[in-house]
C-alpha cells in the first residue's frame, strides 16, 4: 500500500484541523494504521493508533481528549480529527501502517509500522 497524507496547515491555538491518510494499492482495512509526529529536533512519536480490528484504540497522554482515529473503509482512509490544537501540537505527522497486525493489537512504536506516508505540516500558532 502506498500512504498518503492531506489536511495539514497553519492555525491558531485553540483550533482545529482534520489530517487524512489515504491508501492506494492494498486496502487499509487489511491493516493496523497509526498517526506519529515528529517535532523538530525530537524522536518521531506515536499520537493515535487502531488495531486491524478497530476495537482497540491508543491516544498518547498528551493529545487524549482532544484527538480522535477514525476509518472509513469504503474510501480506504484513515482520519485524525485534531481540537483544541496546542502550540506544542506543532510537528510533521505521518500515517503510518502494519500489514498482518494481530487482530486486537494497536502499535505505537515506528519499527511496527511497514508503511508510511511522506507527512503533512501541522503549525499551531500562539
Known amino acids: 500500500v502506498q500512504l498518503f497524507e492531506t489536511g495539514g496547515g497553519l492555525v491558531e491555538a485553540g483550533g482545529s484541523l482534520r489530517l487524512t491518510c489515504g491508501g492506494t494499492?492494498?486496502?487499509?482495512?487489511?491493516?493496523?494504521v497509526g498517526w506519529f509526529r515528529q517535532a523538530q529536533g525530537k524522536e518521531r512519536e506515536a499520537v493515535a493508533a487502531?488495531?486491524?480490528?478497530?476495537?482497540?484504540?491508543y491516544y498518547a497522554d498528551s493529545v487524549k481528549a482532544r484527538f480522535t482515529i477514525s476509518t472509513d473503509e469504503p474510501r480506504n482512509t484513515v482520519f485524525l480529527q485534531m481540537n483544541s490544537l496546542k502550540p506544542e501540537d506543532t510537528a510533521v505527522y505521518y500515517c503510518?501502517?502494519?500489514?498482518?497486525?494481530?487482530?486486537?493489537?494497536?502499535?505505537?512504536?515506528?519499527?511496527?509500522?511497514?508503511?508510511w506516508g511522506q507527512g503533512t505540516q501541522v503549525t499551531v500558532s500562539s
Open positions: 487502531t488495531s486491524w480490528s478497530g476495537e482497540a484504540l
Open positions: 494499492g492494498r486496502a487499509l482495512s487489511n491493516y493496523a
Open positions: 503510518a501502517a502494519k500489514l498482518f497486525p494481530s487482530r486486537d493489537n494497536y502499535y505505537i512504536r515506528p519499527n511496527d509500522y511497514d508503511h
